[in-house]
Nanobody, 128 residues
Framework: QVQLVESGGGAVQAGDSLRLSCAASGDTFADYAAGWFRQAPGKGREIVAALSRRTGTTTYYAESVKGRFTISRDNYMNTVFLQMDMLKPDDTAVYYC????????????????????WGQGTQVTVSS
């Protein structure tokens, strides 16, 4: 099992950048695929980005964030990052870090039901 704690959210203006961090504790985090979901007010949770276990070389991005967001991991720090550039008001949401024990190096996961571990969420607010 792993426990996930997000940080780095905040209130920014359109065009600004933020970097979210997700610190994992518990099990060997390198064996977990990870990702970020978000939930905007009045909407359901949606996948933002995901990456595979260990080296994290296989990644996925939602169309709405491609070219602006970058997901990465540092297994020595047991941390997953989400670098968010050129933020837009539509990016306003609570962002959740997620993880799932994985047995395939190249696989990422994009469905809510794939993930058994969730952080508590961090608020990102982007004003125009």
């Amino acid at each position: 099992q792993v426990q996930l704690v997000e940080s780095g959210g905040g209130a920014v203006q359109a065009g600004d950048s933020l970097r979210l961090s997700c610190a994992a504790s518990g099990d060997t985090f390198a064996d977990y695929a990870a990702g970020w979901f978000r939930q905007a007010p009045g909407k359901g949770r949606e996948i933002v980005a995901a990456l595979s276990r260990r080296t994290g070389t296989t990644t996925y991005y939602a169309e709405s964030v491609k070219g602006r967001f970058t997901i990465s991991r540092d297994n020595y720090m047991n941390t997953v990052f989400l670098q968010m550039d050129m933020l837009k008001p539509d990016d306003t949401a609570v962002y959740y870090c997620v993880a799932v024990r994985s047995y395939i190096d190249e696989r990422y996961y994009i469905r809510i039901g794939d993930y058994g571990y969730w952080g508590q969420g961090t608020q990102v607010t982007v004003s125009s």
